[in-house]
């Protein structure tokens, strides 16, 4: 069983920075691969990010490619997201979940466990 709890969310100007932080409980956090997901209003859950279980491996949905960053620290039971040049179209709740191992990172079906949610706002 894992829980998890992200922070970090608010409102940024278009082009600023926040990062993402997701606190795990539960000792068999580093085992999982996990991922970030975001949903906007009228919109389907989609892939962000996704991280395997020793960080060696990230994956990114191309349309933040080059902006965000996904990582994590076992020690602490964390994953975290950078996100940098923020857009407009950022705007969304910002999700991190735990994957089940052999699952697909981009499909939202393939994960276990989900946190509640971060806002994300982003003001042209």
């Known amino acids: 069983q894992v829980q998890l709890v992200e922070s970090g969310g608010g409102l940024v100007q278009a082009g600023g920075s926040l990062r993402l932080s997701c606190a795990a409980s539960?000792?068999?956090?580093?085992?999982?691969?996990m991922g970030w997901f975001r949903q906007a209003p009228g919109k389907e859950r989609e892939f962000v990010a996704g991280i395997n279980w020793n960080g060696g491996n990230t994956y990114y949905a191309d349309s933040v490619k080059g902006r965000f960053t996904i990582s994590r620290d076992n020690a602490k039971n964390t994953v975290y997201l950078q996100m940098n040049s923020l857009k407009p179209e950022d705007t969304a709740v910002y999700y991190c979940a735990a994957r089940r191992p052999g699952g697909s990172y981009y499909s939202p079906r393939d994960y276990d466990y989900w946190g509640q949610g971060t806002q994300v706002t982003v003001s042209s």
């Open positions: 539960g000792r068999t956090f580093s085992t999982y691969p």
